[in-house]
């Protein structure tokens, strides 16, 4: 019976596996601008216009930095300009609206709570002592597709240089070993607001998601992904005391692995909006999801 148990367990993860790997595939082609490119490159710059529109004090302090009159490439944040433009290479690569309206409704919805849980936790706080600041939660669905588009590339070099039965053993070990090690960092680092609902909540949330891989792969490469990005954001935003750790850390690592954590969550939430959807499809004609 546990070998019978064993072996459907294999196949049900293999069927996921290829469910996986035919998603990706499908974004896989060598042509980097698509039709939606123009779409999604001009929807970033427009909220890019409204957030300095709407919080012009916050942009114009950053401009007053710089002496115009003197070497002003000097001051010019040459960080934030890479970061910036990194983002819309990245986020233009292959895009698909049909795929990306997700990505960009998991990435708002998603940011919101986390500056929630960490702004009225205190586990951190901005310099404008907002909790949350909402100028800050566009930039969490513009980095989940640049994860998206990361993970992909990855994937990509990943395949065409391992050898599948080898990789795959690895990559389980490597879930394992990273996903219970950050539990544990996460663990250490939040100590300080267990008295908090909002803390409670994202161990639980975070635990079920490690104990319930469905893509042992995908899930590695999401990680490293988001935790690869979120090291510059986090450098950026701690070091121009944008944002700061109650740790005082430029940056903890906790905070850059947590966006490891955090795309990894976004992933998975898109997968059961997915499964939701087109459930509901089935007794309401609403379009499928890709």
Request: hydrophobic share 50%; net charge positive.
């Amino acid at each position: 019976m546990e070998n019978t148990d064993h072996k459907n367990g294999e196949k049900t993860q293999k069927k996921v596996n290829l469910i996986h790997d035919a998603d990706l595939s499908k974004s896989t082609s060598f042509s980097v601008w698509t039709r939606d490119s123009s779409v999604l490159l001009g929807g970033f710059f427009l909220t890019v216009f409204l957030v300095a529109y709407f919080w012009w004090p916050l942009a114009k302090s950053e401009l007053t930095e710089i002496d115009w009159d003197g070497p002003w490439w000097l001051d010019i944040d040459w960080l934030l300009i890479g970061i910036f433009a990194f983002m819309s290479f990245t986020i233009i690569a292959r895009a698909n609206l049909k795929t990306d309206v997700l990505l960009v409704f998991v990435g708002f919805c998603g940011g919101l709570a986390i500056e929630a849980w960490g702004t009225q936790t205190n586990l951190w706080f901005y310099y404008t002592s907002e909790r949350p600041p909402l100028w800050i939660i566009p930039a969490w669905p513009i980095a989940n597709l640049s994860i998206d588009r990361i993970t992909r590339t990855l994937d990509f070099f990943l395949k065409k240089f391992s050898k599948e039965r080898d990789m795959e053993k690895t990559l389980k070990v490597s879930y394992w070993v990273i996903f219970v090690s950050f539990m544990a960092l996460m663990f250490f680092f939040v100590a300080p607001t267990f008295d908090k609902s909002y803390t409670i909540f994202s161990l639980v949330l975070c635990t079920a998601i490690t104990l319930t891989p469905t893509n042992y792969r995908h899930a590695v490469l999401v990680f490293l992904a988001g935790a690869g990005l979120g090291y510059f954001l986090e450098l950026w935003g701690t070091t121009r005391r944008c944002w700061t750790y109650y740790t005082f850390a430029t940056p903890p690592l906790f905070a850059v692995l947590a966006h490891g954590m955090a795309s990894v969550a976004f992933w998975r939430a898109a997968l059961i909006i997915k499964i939701i959807w087109n459930r509901l499809r089935t007794l309401i004609p609403i379009p499928r999801l890709k």
